[in-house]
């Protein structure tokens, strides 16, 4: 089994993460939204500073690879002056919000983030690094798949609720009330001994029997859930992807060009708001049923110093062996960044590939030392989904 360093916080644009082709400077987007001259900015910066690669992570933010480190006071001037900054570092890891990027029944997502982010620049909360809010208020909810551990939502009879992740109900708020309830839910689980060695997740303090205070309990209902939304196009306008989350500036550069806002999702793809046409001969996944989705791989060596081998060549070589419904993940490390869900799952060791079904990339494998092309020539012995 391969080893891994867990770092036990973020990459942000104020404090970057080195990794194997230099540093990774991650932008949060203010409600998960890009203006068209924020995202040419972006691209911008990304071939000044950087290798000119961008991620799309699962938190619906950008990462800006290979960045090199003369030049990240640079980057950070030009972040600065396209107001894509926080005021220091703790208040970057503190805005951890997930928007959904499809409107609402009254639209209120981008005023619920602005409070949000206001109440938790303001605040003096030290939360774990992955603790993150999700604000999902449409007639359907389509985040409820996504990590976050206080959720914003739409509950029966057309209210607001503010929900604690794992627990089956919300407290019904007005929407001028839902960033200041979510903050107070947020105070309560530091205070009532969520965090351990700096770690911490909702479900898990919930599912102890942590017990909430009555002004924080509700028992209405979240409104039902979607199925997770796929490339192409909707009545709003149009979702596109990229394989394995990864594209270059040109590409944004583009898009930006076509659309006047460019929403980030945490499912690795981009909603362009009325945009009725995508622009050909870019690398951009528009069909469904295009068997690239069905995989999930990191980035891999040599990008990734704990990467034992090369994911996305591999991923490349299997994705029209996965079939449809199917999810392949293919992991540098037992760390498994790219997939948290169980999978079929190979985890690059030091003699190989490992083997896992339906697992997660720690779990124990069930075939060990396996080649590149081991694997490819003979996909279905290894691969097949009973």
Partial sequence: MSTFQIKGWCPGALRPMMSGDGLV?????????????QARGIALAARAHGNGLIDLSSRANLQLRGVRSDHHDALVADLDALGLLDPDPVAESRRNIVVTPFSGATGDECMLAE?????????DLVLPGKFGFAIDCGRKRVLDQVSADIRIERGAGECLIVRPDGATCGVAVKADEAAATALALAKWFVESGGISDGRGR??????????LPRALSGETLPVASAPRP????????????????SMHADTLEVLARRASELRMTPWRMIFLPAVDEIPAGLDLVTRADDPILRIEACTGAPWCPQARAKTRRLAQRLAAHVPAGATLH?????KGCACARRALTLVA?????????NGTASDRPTITGLSADQIVSDPARYLGWL
């Fill in 115 to 123: 409070e949000l982010e206001r109440a938790l620049a303001a605040s």
């Fill in 230 to 245: 796929e490339p192409g196009f909707t009545e709003e306008g149009a979702l596109v992807a990229v394989a394995f989350g």
């Fill in 25 to 37: 400077v991650r932008i949060r987007p203010h409600a998960g939204r890009l203006s068209a001259a």
């Fill in 330 to 334: 293919v992991s540098g490390c037992a």
């Fill in 202 to 211: 909702m479900a898990a303090h919930v599912g102890k029997g942590a017990t």
């Fill in 349 to 357: 060791s030091g003699e190989g590939f490992d083997l896992i079904r």
